[in-house]
């Protein structure tokens, strides 16, 4: 019989104040009570993995908390600001770049867009973002009708477009890539939990075809920018003073409110993530986990509820290898400067787990010393390892940490130790992720 069908079902459904209690004494017990896996930065599969994660198009609208209202000098003459811009200013002169000038905070909002472009199309990148043009689109004039790309120099990577905030109808932008199109509404819009108007960024790479509607009344002031790659910032480290972790929640809560197209994978770039999986097994390691690329909330994802390369994996990984997903928790311990930073992952169910239950009969190693070799390559050496100090690990398992992961903090405990004015503490974070063993 099922659920539905049994009329005293509804009697065993329990309060949500016994499940969030139950749920959150399960959160802070974790590090006491079970055996985790060993979290390592930079491996060759974690670069194989971020090589997979970028998206070659992105929308979305800027943090409200950057108040984008920066004044606009057009040679030398003051042209109102980004929310209630001069038009007549801009229609006097035929533009170029150079001739444009914007006021505080501008360069802050540039910086946020290069931060919100490495989360989501350029993961550990350097960018440059230059200003290529100011389109003006009026009726009858200045709309790109036919397809175009656009490749202004051999660093030029990406294209990023932002409107003025004008009155005008029409002027869709609208993007290709692979023969799949997305329309975007360049008009600012209001972002959730802000009063004010901000921008709407969109940024594609330059191999993707794109063009302009008509605009049909009003006109319409769009800044287009080259993004450029400069160079890179070094990989995630146990080493590194700000917790990596940190930067991988922030990216899970950007991807929330952001549209992307994931890229189609190339049969190469899968090769080599099941070519380093499958040498990590045959080099002792029993199974293999990662942190997907996008946040899921469910306690139990299925493969129908995997989005974009998360579901592409997935399917070129079943094939070669035995394969569960599920919620995981990470759980980070910083002893202050100069001291150690801990981090181990465990799987995890919201429910409680019996006492005879474990993780995978073949999983029931003693706890790992941490004396013990690590059992990977030496591109997994313990530059790139986290201590665990944090509680005891299991024999033979690893948790690789790419930069294009998400997660997502649920909870911290900072301490203040006032005689060296250094802080440290503990903080939780919770995201889904991969374990892959050998097939039976």
Same mark, same amino acid.
């Given at each position: 019989?099922?659920?539905?069908?049994?009329?005293?079902?509804?009697? +065993?459904?329990?309060?949500?104040?016994?499940?969030?209690?139950?749920?959150?004494?399960?959160?802070?017990?974790?590090?006491?009570?079970?055996?985790?896996?060993?979290?390592?930065?930079?491996?060759?599969?974690?670069?194989?993995?971020?090589?997979?994660?970028?998206?070659?198009?992105?929308?979305?609208? /800027?943090?409200?908390?950057?108040?984008?209202?920066?004044?606009?000098?057009?040679? @030398?003459?003051?042209?109102?600001?980004?929310?209630?811009?001069?038009?007549?200013?801009?229609?006097?002169?035929?533009?170029?770049?150079?001739?444009?000038?914007?006021?505080?905070?501008?360069?802050?909002?540039?910086?946020?867009?290069?931060?919100?472009?490495?989360?989501?199309?350029?993961?550990?990148?350097? &960018?440059?973002?230059?200003?290529?043009?100011?389109?003006?689109?009026?009726?009858?004039?200045?709309?790109?009708?036919?397809?175009?790309?656009?490749?202004?120099?051999?660093?030029?990577?990406?294209?990023? &477009?932002?409107?003025?905030?004008?009155?005008?109808?029409?002027?869709?932008?609208?993007?290709?890539?692979?023969?799949?199109?997305?329309?975007?509404?360049?008009?600012?819009?209001?972002?959730?939990?802000?009063? @004010?108007?901000?921008?709407?960024?969109?940024?594609?790479?330059?191999?993707?075809?794109?063009?302009?509607?008509?605009?049909?009344?009003?006109?319409?002031?769009?800044?287009?920018?080259?993004?450029?790659?400069?160079? $890179?910032?070094?990989?995630?480290?146990? /080493?590194?003073?700000?917790?990596?972790? @940190?930067? &991988?929640?922030?990216?899970? $809560?950007?991807?929330?409110? +952001?549209?992307?197209?994931?890229?189609?994978?190339?049969?190469?770039?899968?090769?080599? #993530?099941? @070519? $380093?999986?499958?040498?990590?097994?045959?080099?002792?390691?029993?199974?293999?986990?990662?942190?997907?690329?996008?946040?899921?909330?469910?306690?139990?994802?299925?493969?129908?509820?995997?989005?974009?390369?998360?579901?592409?994996?997935?399917?070129?990984?079943?094939?070669?290898?035995?394969?569960?997903?599920?919620?995981?928790?990470?759980?980070? #311990?910083?002893?202050?400067?100069?001291?150690?930073?801990?981090?181990?992952?465990?799987?995890?169910?919201?429910?409680?787990?019996?006492?005879?239950?474990? &993780?995978?009969?073949?999983?029931?190693?003693?706890?790992?010393?941490?004396?013990?070799?690590?059992?990977?390559?030496?591109?997994?050496?313990?530059?790139?390892?986290?201590?665990?100090?944090?509680?005891?690990?299991?024999?033979?398992?690893?948790?690789?940490?790419?930069?294009?992961?998400?997660?997502?903090?649920?909870? $911290?405990?900072?301490?203040?130790?006032?005689?060296?004015?250094?802080?440290?503490?503990?903080?939780?974070?919770?995201?889904?992720?991969?374990?892959?063993?050998?097939?039976?």
């Amino acid at each position: 019989m099922s659920q539905a069908d049994d009329p005293q079902s509804s009697t +065993t459904l329990e309060h949500d104040a016994f499940i969030y209690k139950r749920f959150n004494k399960r959160l802070t017990s974790i590090p006491e009570d079970e055996k985790g896996y060993r979290v390592r930065t930079d491996t060759k599969l974690t670069r194989a993995i971020d090589k997979l994660g970028d998206n070659p198009f992105a929308s979305f609208v /800027l943090d409200p908390w950057n108040r984008c209202n920066f004044a606009i000098i057009v040679k @030398d003459e003051k042209a109102g600001e980004w929310m209630k811009p001069d038009v007549s200013v801009f229609q006097e002169h035929k533009l170029k770049a150079n001739d444009l000038k914007f006021e505080d905070p501008y360069e802050q909002i540039i910086g946020e867009i290069e931060y919100q472009l490495r989360s989501v199309m350029f993961a550990g990148k350097k &960018l440059n973002t230059k200003l290529y043009k100011l389109a003006i689109c009026e009726k009858g004039e200045g709309a790109h009708l036919s397809w175009r790309r656009d490749s202004h120099s051999d660093a030029h990577r990406a294209t990023v &477009l932002f409107a003025l905030n004008t009155e005008w109808e029409g002027g869709e932008l609208v993007v290709k890539y692979r023969g799949i199109e997305v329309s975007v509404d360049l008009h600012p819009t209001t972002p959730r939990l802000s009063k @004010d108007l901000e921008p709407v960024v969109v940024a594609f790479y330059k191999d993707m075809e794109y063009k302009f509607m008509p605009v049909i009344k009003g006109i319409q002031l769009v800044l287009q920018y080259d993004i450029e790659v400069v160079g $890179e910032y070094p990989v995630f480290s146990p /080493l590194d003073e700000k917790d990596p972790l @940190d930067t &991988l929640s922030e990216r899970g $809560e950007f991807l929330e409110s +952001t549209t992307t197209y994931p890229s189609k994978p190339d049969d190469i770039s899968i090769q080599e #993530i099941v @070519d $380093e999986i499958q040498r990590l097994h045959k080099r002792g390691t029993h199974t293999v986990g990662f942190p997907l690329c996008y946040l899921y909330r469910n306690q139990s994802v299925e493969r129908e509820s995997l989005k974009g390369n998360d579901s592409v994996l997935f399917d070129a990984l079943k094939d070669h290898f035995d394969i569960s997903v599920g919620p995981v928790l990470l759980y980070y #311990i910083d002893r202050g400067e100069g001291r150690a930073r801990g981090c181990i992952a465990y799987r995890y169910s919201a429910a409680p787990k019996p006492k005879e239950e474990t &993780l995978d009969p073949r999983d029931e190693d003693e706890s790992e010393d941490e004396s013990d070799p690590v059992e990977e390559s030496s591109d997994d050496d313990d530059e790139h390892t986290y201590g665990t100090d944090t509680g005891d690990v299991i024999k033979r398992v690893s948790f690789h940490l790419p930069q294009l992961a998400a997660i997502d903090q649920i909870s $911290e405990q900072r301490h203040i130790e006032a005689w060296k004015w250094s802080q440290n503490g503990e903080t939780r974070f919770f995201g889904t992720g991969m374990f892959v063993k050998q097939k039976d």
